[in-house]
Nanobody
């Protein structure tokens, strides 16, 4: 089992950048696929990106390619989401998620979730 805690959210102006962190408990972090999702008010949870166990493979939502970068540091039990050129429509609660078995863009396939961190982009 793994516990996840996100941090790094906040208020930023449009065009700015933020780096979110996801700290994981446990000694088997490297055995988990990691992902980021986001949820804006009144909307469904949306896939952002996922990364393989070694970090060698990443997949992004088409609309976010080129602006967001997912990474991980297995030695630090952490995953990250670097967000550049932020837009007001990126405003949402951002969640990290983990799964033992497969990468997926479907939220329901992830067994472990953090509590989320709020990102607000002002125009």
């Amino acid at each position: 089992q793994v516990q996840l805690v996100e941090s790094g959210g906040g208020l930023v102006q449009a065009g700015g950048s933020l780096r979110l962190s996801c700290a994981a408990s446990g000694r088997t972090f490297s055995s988990y696929v990691m992902a980021w999702f986001r949820q804006a008010p009144g909307k469904e949870r949306e896939f952002v990106a996922h990364i393989s166990r070694t970090g060698g493979s990443t997949v992004y939502a088409d609309s976010l390619k080129g602006r967001f970068t997912i990474s991980r540091d297995n030695a630090k039990n952490a995953a990250y989401l670097l967000m550049n050129s932020l837009k007001p429509e990126d405003t949402a609660v951002y969640y990290c998620a983990a799964d033992r078995f497969r990468t997926s863009s479907t939220a329901g396939n992830y067994d472990y979730w953090g509590q989320g961190t709020q990102v607000t982009v002002s125009s």
